[in-house]
């Protein structure tokens, strides 16, 4: 969280994003891409940052709409692609299971 508030500060006083700023960037998708998929592998409700209900097991409707899944990512991040689109085929498979 105070990343992304160190972020928001950096965006605020500087025009280019900086090396950083796109490593802060990178963490916060990176650990917010692995806390879903642990939370599905669990069966659980995916929540948002203040542990509010988001997405509820097992169909988890909404997810494929996510911000997180669908945002563009710096190529060089690899990772962070690689996560969204196994998310974004674990939304198909549990919307196509339940009807």
């Given amino acids: 969280m ?20 796109e490593a802060f960037l990178f963490e916060f ?15 659980r409700d995916l929540s948002d940052s203040f542990n509010r209900p988001k997405y509820s097991y097992p169909t988890y409707q909404g997810l494929l709409d996510d911000e997180l899944i669908n945002s563009e990512v710096n190529s060089q991040f690899y990772q962070i692609i690689t996560y969204q689109n196994e998310l974004k085929e674990i939304a198909l498979s549990r919307q ?4």
């Fill in 2 to 21: 105070m990343k992304n508030r160190l972020n928001i500060l950096i965006k605020d006083i500087l025009e280019d994003n900086t090396f950083l700023q």
């Fill in 29 to 43: 998708h990176l650990a917010s891409l692995v806390k879903m998929n642990i939370l599905i592998a669990e069966d």
């Fill in 96 to 99: 196509q299971m339940i009807g």
